[in-house]
């Protein structure tokens, strides 16, 4: 098991202007870090991530990817050094052979503020998503009782304001897992990547998010069987285009009183 060597929150000295009035006052901000993930020994992924859960974001990360589709596939994950900014998932001989094309593709590590690149990519990451049956209906409360439940386990945002966040539920919306990180890609590869670990991402219903719904945020939860999105933050045209694809109901601007639906209307009933 790998445990972060490092804090989630900083306190620093800060001064404080309100009115005619300057404070000076310490002030709790979220960590942030950097993290390198390796596949096999090649550099495969480089973050800025909140410290903690660094088995998580690598694993979810791997699964996003198509890497790796269990904990099955995976032989270890371990630290490379010793400022706990790097990490390494060693796939099993099997899965190391099935993929090895895939990682030899990728000659340079990908950063998380690149974004998907290049009509080739997005072609190939839509090859592996499959369209989803509608099995699922919503509600106005589900809505709320959703984020109400991703909010009670955002304990660093709650305190510093500066993380984004990500929750799992199953198809009866109960919560299975929830993270949290300053990358809002990095908080849904953590939520995914506990999945991997606990093998439950078979269960998942639905992903609820604080961040806006983009093409690689539906590309991650098209990953999982999740037929429906929630963001609380607006969703990106690419976005909605590849929800509808795989047949992802997508909700957006998403509060506890009203939301926008931009895809998969016909899941959606009264409150």
Not at 10 to 30: F, K, N, P, W, Y
Request: hydrophobic share 40%.
């Amino acid at each position: 098991m790998i445990d972060s060597r490092l804090s989630e929150r900083a306190i620093l000295r800060t001064v404080r202007c309100e009115e005619e009035a300057v404070i000076a006052c310490d002030d709790s901000v979220a960590a942030e870090e950097p993290l390198g993930i390796l596949v096999d020994g090649m550099p495969c992924y480089v973050t800025m991530r909140s410290p903690g859960r660094e088995k998580e974001l690598a694993l979810g990360l791997c699964f996003c990817e198509g890497l790796i589709d269990s904990l099955r596939d995976v032989d270890r994950v371990t630290w490379c050094d010793e400022s706990a900014n790097t990490v390494e998932v060693a796939l099993n001989t099997e899965r190391r052979a099935a993929r090895g094309l895939k990682l030899t593709a990728r000659r340079s590590p990908t950063y998380s503020s690149c974004g998907i690149c290049g009509k080739d990519m997005v072609e190939d990451t839509c090859l592996e998503l499959q369209r989803r049956d509608t099995t699922l209906t919503i509600s106005g409360s589900d809505v709320d009782r959703m984020l109400r439940d991703l909010e009670e386990r955002q304990e660093v945002f709650a305190e510093t304001g500066g993380t984004h966040g990500a929750a799992l539920f199953d198809r009866t919306f109960q919560l299975l897992t929830a993270a949290e990180d300053i990358g809002r890609h990095n908080a849904l590869d953590k939520a995914i990547g506990d999945l991997v670990i606990r093998n439950k991402l078979d269960e998942v219903g639905a992903v609820a998010l604080t961040s806006r719904i983009s093409y690689e945020m539906v590309q991650k939860v098209g990953r999982t069987k999740a037929q429906i999105l929630i963001g609380m933050s607006s969703p990106t045209s690419l976005g909605v285009e590849l929800a509808e694809e795989i047949n992802v109901t997508v909700v957006g601007f998403a509060t506890h009183s009203r939301f926008n639906v931009y895809s998969g209307f016909e899941r959606v009933v009264g409150a």
